[in-house]
């Protein structure tokens, strides 16, 4: 019997990542898992929302890719968001931090401390600010200079 290989993916809501090898053979197993959903579930894919992304792959392999499951391929990236989480195919740069650190200090200056007693501050914080970040930490490590961004946030 022979022995197939899994499909890496992430479902969550309507999002959904699938990620294999790069080649025409796991694009079309990709099709199938597609198709078969899509009639069970009686739903559509929005392809005008649906990207490939591939690195280190002929371009000739890529327009195939996306000739069989009909879906463009994005050919100049670093990095892309799943869940409002950046997935980058190089070592993640102190950049892809900057919009999280910039949501802190303005959830921060919205607050409106000057109304907080020291305590008030401390329970703030703990609860809501500190929980930002930890959706990115599961996924990727931040820098030095970013760990050092968030603190004096």
Known sequence: MKKVKTINHSLFADDTLLLGGASTIIA????????DFLQVSS??????KCRIYGWNTPP????RISQILDILVQEKWTHFLYLGLPISKENMKTEIWTKKIEKMKNKIQSWGMMWLNMAGRVILIKALLA???????AIIMAQASAHKQIELI
Not at 29 to 35: A, C, G, H, P, S
């Open 28 to 35: 079309r197993r990709f099709k199938k898992v597609l198709d």
């Open 43 to 48: 739903g559509l894919l929005n392809n005008e």
């Open 60 to 63: 000739r392999t890529m327009q």
């Open 131 to 137: 929980a930002l970040p930890i959706d990115q930490y």
